[in-house]
């Protein structure tokens, strides 16, 4: 019998995040003052985060310290076990083997409070009181909720309003964690009443959501704001996720040939991958392949235009490089699968703009099937976003089958989909609509990017 499961000890929780900043071939293009399009300092970015964080943000050493605090609380969850999906194998007919690390043990369910309890602790650790930030479908949100408590923090959540209203089991669980949770486009903020007097009905979304965050943590001394993706130091504090990997492979005795991860923002595919892409970067395994998943119904990396654009709806964050669909774009609403965000990780983007790193887009049927195939071989019901990535790895294994290949393929389980049953449930009843963006709405809502 094949092993199952690899673990490691809660002391080989990794001691340092990787930043891959320190093997980029050249440097990273900087985020610019949209009035000036200069680039932003420090001191810019000092009212919005913590002096600790804005640091990481710009690092180019290799390794950052993880604090001891912060590795007492991953070790609630961490580290978390990488798998071989032997039955899943099994049922494919594949002679390629299938890995995934589950990232859906953590308390939320998913990898995100690899960051929210490193963003609460350097929080806390300047004396901030209080955290403001934004979510879709709740994952971050509930995710920052419990960071923060862990560290003494108060928590605002400002949540897509048509998520407050159809997706309520997450807005209860950053309540029980503690945390306000406040439906985006609010009258909190001055940018969330100007959109309701435009349109009182406003449904929402991300674009908005981060607006009235900024605005709240910029109006208040005790607040910072908090991102849950995209960027640079999100996706080193996800880091600890490749890293553990990289061990558990060791104990399994393979590595990875190809590796796929799904997109929404890039942090879970990039915390995954980075550390292994490190020994593509420096020559140690220059063939490793990375596949970044997303939908076709919000194509950044596939459809969307290598640029600076603004990472927020009201044009308030830094011009930031990466690839985008215009700051804009609202998601299709029949779209279930998530990952809905118009712009990406620009140290991801840089990768794919490189051809270190490939993308591949989906339609939501065949995405929902592959998930269904998964839970019917390895029991998982994984997020929506995370189907993403099993449906590329479940064809990636198909093709071996063709070619007689036996290859260790790798995706990155980011997490369980326990609160996105209604989505399952349109699949299932064969609701859901496949819906694919088009090259022309992209370039129509790049007309409204700055020109740099
Ligand atoms: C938020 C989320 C994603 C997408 O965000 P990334 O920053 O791209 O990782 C993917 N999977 C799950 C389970 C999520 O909660």
Known sequence: MAQTKFMLDEEEIPKAWYNIQADL??????????????????????????????????????????????????????????????????????????????????????????????????????????????TGAGQWGSALAFGTRLFGLKCTVYMVHVSYDQKPYRRIMMESWGAECIPSPSERTEYGKKVLKEDPKCPGSLGIAISEAIEDAAKHEDTKYSLGSVLNHVLLHQTVVGLEAKKQFELAGDYPDVMFGCVGGGSNFSGAVFPFLADKLTGKNPELKAVACEPKACPTLTKGLYMYDHGDTARMTPLIMMYTLGHGFIPPPIHAGGLRYHGDAPLLCKLVKEKVVDATAYHQNEVFKAAITFAQTEGILVAPETAHCVKGAIDEALRCKETGEEKIIFFANSGHGHFDLAAYDSYLRGKLIDYEYSSESVKEALKKVPKV
């Open 25 to 134: 071939p050249t440097p990273l293009a900087p985020p610019l003052n949209p009035a000036t399009k200069k680039p932003i300092g420090p001191e810019d970015l000092a009212p919005i985060f913590p002096m600790e964080l804005i640091k990481q943000e710009v690092s180019t050493e290799r390794w950052i310290p993880i604090p001891e605090e912060v590795r007492e609380v991953y070790r609630l969850w961490r580290p978390s076990p990488l798998y071989r999906a032997v039955r899943l194998e099994r049922a494919l007919k594949t002679p390629a083997k299938i890995y995934y690390k589950w990232e859906g043990v953590s308390p939320p369910g998913s990898h995100k409070p690899n960051t929210a309890v490193a963003q609460a602790y350097f929080n806390m650790k300047e004396g901030v009181e209080r955290l403001a930030t934004e």
